[in-house]
């Protein structure tokens, strides 16, 4: 038991210093902090999941995905899809490119 509330107390210096160690809880200064953050997100999607169906939950991400696709155009949502998934936990999409010498073309993005 000791164990487990001095894990606690670590999580809660981290979460002190700026570290997230909740998944969903950015943001949060304290462990409990993060923990509220967090299930508050979930939460959140789940109400507007249940509010509009799985299909309608879906189709809500679809419309997103196609209203982003016309605001940056067709080759800027292609070039923003390739900096994304070069993306780390660590690391933009952008840093890792610029270290990995891999050319994004960002004035492919529609400026709307």
Same mark, same amino acid.
Do not use: C, W
């Given at each position: 038991? &000791?164990?487990?509330?001095?894990?606690?107390?670590?999580?809660?210096?981290?979460? +002190?210093?700026?570290?997230?160690?909740?998944? #969903?809880?950015?943001?949060?200064?304290?462990?409990? &902090?993060?923990?509220?953050?967090?299930?508050?997100?979930?939460?959140?999607?789940?109400?507007?999941?249940?509010?509009?169906?799985?299909?309608?939950?879906?189709?809500?991400?679809?419309? #997103?995905?196609?209203?982003?696709?016309?605001?940056?155009?067709?080759?800027?949502?292609?070039?923003?899809?390739?900096?994304?998934?070069?993306?780390?936990?660590?690391?933009? #999409?952008?840093? +890792?490119? &610029?270290?990995?010498? %891999?050319? %994004?073309?960002?004035?492919?993005?529609?400026?709307?």
């Amino acid at each position: 038991m &000791a164990s487990r509330k001095q894990n606690r107390e670590e999580l809660e210096e981290k979460a +002190r210093h700026g570290e997230t160690v909740v998944p #969903g809880g950015t943001g949060g200064k304290s462990l409990e &902090a993060q923990e509220h953050l967090a299930e508050g997100r979930s939460r959140g999607g789940q109400t507007r999941k249940e509010q509009l169906g799985s299909e309608g939950y879906h189709e809500l991400g679809v419309k #997103g995905g196609q209203t982003r696709k016309e605001q940056l155009g067709s080759e800027g949502y292609h070039e923003m899809g390739r900096k994304g998934g070069l993306s780390t936990m660590d690391k933009s #999409g952008g840093e +890792r490119a &610029a270290e990995e010498g %891999i050319e %994004i073309d960002e004035s492919k993005f529609k400026n709307t």
